[in-house]
């Protein structure tokens, strides 16, 4: 027998939108946060974000199979602080860190140990958002890979 898991929370949108773009050393992030009952992610967090970038993408950022370019996400969640961190790779991988904290103290995330989610329903919006982007402006651009019109490509929306 199957058991059916049950909808604890129902469904709410949630506003997912690009902050700015965040030079962390070479690397070029874009940075996106996601807020709740339609708000935008706390700055405090957002800034925490760029902090925790700096330790998180390896160096240097861009090798033989890196461009030196990723985003993050900044999920200001109902009861707790998430990072979400990627950055692409061998040309169209899409590596990751997850961190994790308390809604009060943004600074004290840590990473999350395995097994990692690939993201919840709001954070793959812009997983989502930035695939795309990523093949339209890099990987299948017939005037070749114009990494500057993917950076310059955002996502704003609630969903």
């Not at 860190?97 to 919006?125: H, T």
Request: with cysteine; hydrophobic share 40%.
């Amino acid at each position: 027998m199957n058991a059916t898991p049950t909808v604890r929370t129902p469904y709410e949108p949630r506003h997912l939108h690009f902050v700015r773009l965040e030079e962390v050393g070479d690397w070029r992030i874009k940075a996106y946060g996601i807020g709740l009952d339609g708000g935008d992610a706390r700055p405090e967090f957002v800034d925490a974000t760029v902090r925790l970038a700096q330790e998180v993408y390896p160096e240097p950022a861009a090798t033989e199979d890196r461009y030196g370019v990723g985003f993050f996400i900044a999920h200001d969640a109902r009861f707790a602080c998430i990072a979400l961190l990627y950055w692409w790779q061998s040309e169209n991988e899409l590596h990751q860190r997850i961190y994790y904290g308390p809604k009060d103290d943004p600074d004290a995330m840590v990473p999350v140990e395995e097994p990692q989610a690939a993201g919840c329903v709001w954070e793959l919006g812009i997983v989502d958002f930035e695939r795309r982007a990523w093949l339209e402006d890099v990987l299948q651009n017939p005037d070749g890979p114009d990494v500057q019109r993917y950076l310059d490509r955002t996502f704003v929306a609630d969903v």
